[in-house]
């Protein structure tokens, strides 16, 4: 059926103008019953985060979402907007998306009462009914609310008529949902006027008070540790939420190895195929699980999954970078290549002190505990009798990032339990996935002290 282009034929269509909280509701209220997926991207809220998003918008309730950076705040703000209908009727050229049959503007209700059922309507989409904006203490309430436009004025209009207005972004996201990321950074005095737009649905512009009854789903984002270091959120404004929901990182490492694989950036068209091995994955988890619990590290500040996916995303370009210098088709990538974590994570966590030198070395014992941890998953050190007993024998074997796979795989074939792991791993028969294998088993032997690791120039030497 072709779309309504009037008032008139969008009446005669019988279609119903529903409140943007309504409009939620009933597209949610469809989707459960359906059994499609709510919040496609969303890893690991399944059972905390989501059902109170659900409860919220099914009550019509304003959301604060409260937690540490890296927790997917705007991801999940973003999502909302695919519960919005896929096109709503508006009256044309409208600034603020006015509805067809109750105008807010006085523009718009003037023109409505000149054409009547004539008005001519648009088809908003849903992408253009988002509105979002990162408090800084520099906003002010012409950004978000409006100011006079001297334009207008110029033209010869009157300061108090409400046609010379220039409106600001929340008006402009009437019928729509507007999103404050980092709300406690918000001066006070701009929070009142937001709280004014939304509870008297009204605001003073240059002394004047205009009436805007705007139709908006609220939604923001703060940080705890912005209530005591940078700014708070005024009382009235934080009672006017309806709802206040936690966020939190994955609490599983498999949820964090979900939302890694999801977010990394690919590698292509370099002629070398990449493969991640899952214990590689693991260890790449492990480490950011140990920095969230680490006392060295700020806790307040959080540890972003920003940290796993550089992290991940580090160790897979070293493991192509070998695979480009040394000609080899295949790149899997090593415990060697964690020695580069530095350069991902350092910039991505707060220490809690600030000695000199000292933050790589955190990094490098984080990196230390979380190659032992997952060694400690797969293998017990009594299953390399054989090899630790060759060790004590004299034999030494030289690893490192640069060093070819091939060679490091042929230690395979003189010690069996290396080849039984790899079998276990189930890693494949490719050199680069075999060499990782040593490597992985030489270190986790080390650092369960059965070993030595003495580090030389171009790599590491593995001594009895």
Not at 309 to 325: C, D, F, K, Q, W
């Amino acid at each position: 059926m072709a779309q309504a282009r009037t008032i008139g034929e969008l009446r005669q269509s019988e279609y119903r103008v529903l409140s943007v909280k309504d409009e939620l509701r009933k597209n949610l209220v469809a989707r459960i019953r359906s059994g499609d997926e709510l919040f496609p991207g969303i890893i690991g809220y399944e059972e905390t985060v989501l059902p109170q998003i659900e409860n919220a918008i099914l009550s019509g309730q304003d959301v604060i979402l409260l937690g540490e950076r890296g927790q997917a705040k705007t991801r999940l703000i973003r999502a909302l907007v695919g519960l919005l209908d896929p096109e709503v009727p508006t009256i044309e050229g409208c600034e603020i998306n006015d509805s067809p049959y109750q105008p807010t503007c006085s523009p718009c209700a003037a023109r409505v009462a000149a054409e009547g059922d004539a008005t001519p309507i648009a088809w908003l989409p849903r992408e253009r009914r988002y509105g979002e904006k990162l408090a800084t203490p520099d906003i002010t309430v012409a950004d978000l609310i409006g100011e006079v436009d001297p334009i207008k004025v110029a033209e010869g209009r009157y300061l108090s008529d409400e046609f010379t207005i220039h409106y600001g972004l929340i008006p402009r996201t009437n019928r729509g949902i507007f999103c404050i990321n980092e709300l406690p950074d918000l001066s006070e005095r701009i929070q009142v006027g937001m709280f004014n737009i939304m509870e008297e649905r009204d605001v003073q512009i240059k002394g004047y008070k205009i009436q805007l009854p705007l139709d908006l789903f609220l939604i923001a984002s703060a940080n705890p540790e912005d209530y005591t270091n940078r700014g708070r959120i005024i009382t009235p404004l934080k009672d006017r939420f309806g709802a206040q929901i936690r966020t939190h990182y994955p609490k599983t490492l498999e949820h964090e190895i979900e939302i890694m694989d999801a977010e990394r950036a690919e590698i292509t068209d370099v002629g070398v195929t990449l493969t991640v091995p899952q214990y590689m994955k693991e260890a790449v988890a492990e480490f950011t699980s140990l920095a969230r619990k680490s006392a060295d590290i700020n806790q307040r500040s959080g540890v972003s999954v920003r940290v796993s996916i550089g992290n991940y995303e580090t160790i897979s370009s070293n493991a192509v970078r070998r695979a480009l210098r040394l000609g080899e088709k295949q790149a899997v990538p090593r415990v060697s290549d964690m020695a580069y974590f530095p350069t991902s994570a350092a910039g991505k966590v707060e220490m809690e002190s600030v000695e000199e030198g000292r933050e790589p070395r955190i990094i490098e014992e984080l990196t230390r505990r979380a190659v032992l941890n997952t060694f400690n998953a797969y293998f017990s050190v009594n299953e390399f009798d054989g090899v630790i007993r060759r060790f004590d024998e004299g034999l030494s074997v030289e690893t490192g990032d640069m060093i070819a796979s091939r060679k490091m795989a042929g230690w395979l074939k003189d010690l069996p339990d290396l080849k039984a792991a790899a079998s276990r791993l189930n890693v494949g028969t490719s050199h680069a996935a075999q060499a990782a294998v040593v490597e992985f088993v030489l270190d986790g032997l080390h650092l369960s002290r059965k070993i030595n690791k003495d580090r030389h120039e171009g790599g590491y030497r593995y001594r009895g």
